[in-house]
C-alpha cells in the first residue's frame, strides 16, 4: 500500500463557493468578522491555531477581538465546517473539514505536521465495527516522531 502526501490546501472546487454561501448552507448569519475567519482558514498555510487567526485577521480588521474568534471558531465547528486538530497538549489547531480523510505525521523536533492518506484505515472503519459490534463515529490518527531535517541535527 502507498501512503499518499495531500496538500491542506482547499480545492478549486472548494475555492469556487463563496464563504457567504458556506456559511448560509450551514445556517449561519453572515458578518464580516465571520466571512474573513473563514477566509482565513480556508487559505491557511497548514494548522492554524486561533493566536494565528487572530493575528491575520487584525491586521485585516483592527478592531476584531480574540474571543470573536474563539467564538466565530466554535459557530464554524458546530455544523462541521472547521475541524479542530489536536497536535499537542498546550493548544488547538484548525483546518476546513474535509470530504477526503487524512491523518498527520507530527515532528516532535520542529512542530512540522504533514498531512496524508493511507488506505488501511478505510479497512479498519469497515472491519472493526463489524467484528466487535461497534459503531465507529469518527477516527483520529496523528503519528509522531521525527523530521528527516530533525533527525539530521
Known amino acids: ?20 454561501t458556506i456559511l448560509k448552507i450551514a445556517g449561519k448569519r453572515i458578518t464580516s468578522q465571520r466571512d474573513l475567519i473563514l477566509e482565513i482558514i ?5 494548522h492554524l491555531d486561533a493566536d494565528e487567526i487572530y493575528r491575520q ?3 485585516i480588521q483592527p478592531r476584531l477581538s480574540l474571543s470573536t ?8 465547528k458546530k455544523p462541521g465546517l472547521v ?6 497538549d498546550s ?10 480523510k487524512h491523518y498527520h505525521l507530527i515532528c516532535l523536533g520542529c512542530g ?10 478505510r479497512y479498519v472503519n469497515r472491519d472493526v465495527p463489524e467484528a466487535k459490534d ?10 509522531t516522531g521525527y523530521c528527516s531535517q530533525c533527525r539530521q541535527v
Open 1 to 20: 500500500m502507498q501512503v499518499k502526501s495531500i496538500s491542506n490546501k482547499p480545492s478549486k472546487k472548494q475555492l469556487d463557493k463563496s464563504n457567504r
Open 42 to 46: 480556508r487559505q491557511g498555510e497548514g
Open 57 to 59: 485577521a487584525r491586521a
Open 69 to 76: 474568534v474563539y467564538r466565530t471558531i466554535k459557530a464554524l
Open 83 to 88: 475541524e479542530e486538530l489536536h497536535f499537542d
Open 91 to 100: 493548544h488547538h489547531h484548525y483546518e476546513m473539514k474535509s470530504t477526503t
Open 112 to 121: 512540522k505536521v504533514v498531512e496524508f492518506q493511507y488506505p488501511l484505515t
Open 134 to 143: 461497534f459503531e465507529i463515529v469518527d477516527a483520529e490518527l496523528r503519528l
